[in-house]
Nanobody
């Protein structure tokens, strides 16, 4: 079982930036099988939605709403995935979750087996 711990959320004004981190660990966990790492978000009253996901080989998928503003990256040596968020908007306000799966990259949240507890991002005027 992989444990995921997010950090880096907070309060920011529109146009500001935040960098989220997610560290993966686990008894049977190996960086060589880190797999696909994704960031999802869920705002109150909304369904959980994909923000970005990155495969072990570097293939990346972004939601259209964040393209050009957010950047996902990973450091396999540190078992960590990052989400750099720039030009933040009030619509980006949500709880952001890190997720992990083995296998091919996918955008469907039900395909991710492991989830973190989430970190709150609030963009306010």
């Amino acid at each position: 079982q992989v444990e995921l711990v997010e950090s880096g959320g907070g309060l920011v004004q529109p146009g500001g930036s935040l960098r989220l981190s997610c560290v993966a660990s686990g008894g049977a966990f190996s960086v060589n099988v880190l797999g696909v790492m994704g960031w999802y978000r869920q705002a109150p009253g909304n369904e959980r939605e994909l923000v970005a996901t990155i495969a072990g080989g570097g293939n990346i998928v972004y939601a259209d709403s964040v393209k050009g503003r957010f950047t996902i990256s990973r450091d396999n040596a540190k078992n960590t995935v990052f989400l750099q968020m720039n030009s933040l908007k009030p619509d980006d306000t949500a709880v952001y979750y890190c997720a992990n799966r083995l296998g091919i990259i996918t955008t469907e949240s039900q395909d991710y087996a492991n989830w973190g507890q989430g970190t709150q991002v609030t963009v306010y005027s």
